[in-house]
């Protein structure tokens, strides 16, 4: 009765030997900690340096795009419709007029970039025609637009 009693035994632990093996491999992730990749540094002189970027052109250069528009079955822009995109007054704004002399400056921003320019000076394919007391006027061949300097007030501290 032991002879048959004990091939049945041998089975059972080998089966369940087989099941710990299994379940602890199963764990074992959870049980250690990651250990992270080591790169080597890359040495100071080893990397290219980034390729130099041509300027632009200027938006008037694009302007068959918008005689054109690619979109439309026609191929010609939808009467009464603009769509040259945001105008000049509201890319740019106006921060600043300094005035020395018989000269002035105006500084503007478009977003975080700040510029000063003067009269004659070229921003956008626009010309800047005069730098008044509180505007810029512009010129170019599409028209005529004003930048306006717009006063902020300044909050008064308040009183303990």
Same mark, same amino acid.
């Given at each position: 009765?032991?002879?048959?009693?004990?091939?049945?035994?041998?089975?059972?632990?080998?089966?369940?030997?087989?099941? &710990?093996?299994?379940?602890?491999?199963?764990?074992?992730?959870?049980?250690?900690?990651?250990?992270? &990749?080591?790169?080597?540094? =890359? &040495?100071?002189?080893?990397?290219?340096?980034?390729?130099?970027?041509?300027?632009?052109?200027?938006?008037?250069?694009? &302007?068959?795009?918008?005689?054109?528009?690619?979109?439309?079955?026609?191929?010609?822009?939808?009467?009464?419709?603009?769509?040259?995109?945001?105008?000049?007054?509201? *890319?740019?704004?106006?921060?600043?007029?300094?005035?020395?002399?018989?000269? *002035?400056?105006?500084?503007?921003?478009?977003?975080?970039?700040?510029?000063?320019?003067?009269?004659?000076?070229?921003?956008?394919?626009?010309?800047?025609?005069?730098?008044?007391?509180? *505007?810029?006027?512009?010129?170019?061949?599409?028209?005529?637009?004003?930048? *306006?300097?717009?006063?902020?007030?300044?909050?008064?501290? =308040?009183?303990?």
């Amino acid at each position: 009765m032991i002879a048959a009693w004990l091939p049945a035994l041998r089975l059972n632990h080998a089966l369940g030997g087989a099941a &710990a093996v299994l379940a602890f491999v199963a764990i074992w992730p959870w049980l250690m900690p990651p250990v992270p &990749a080591i790169r080597p540094l =890359a &040495a100071a002189g080893a990397s290219a340096p980034a390729p130099e970027l041509a300027p632009l052109p200027p938006i008037t250069s694009y &302007a068959a795009i918008v005689e054109r528009p690619l979109f439309a079955p026609s191929r010609r822009p939808v009467p009464g419709v603009s769509v040259i995109g945001p105008s000049i007054e509201s *890319r740019y704004r106006l921060v600043g007029i300094v005035s020395s002399g018989g000269k *002035r400056k105006a500084f503007i921003a478009d977003g975080s970039r700040r510029s000063e320019i003067a009269e004659g000076d070229n921003l956008d394919g626009w010309t800047v025609k005069e730098v008044a007391q509180d *505007r810029v006027l512009l010129i170019s061949p599409a028209g005529a637009a004003a930048l *306006r300097l717009s006063r902020t007030t300044v909050p008064e501290p =308040a009183k303990p």
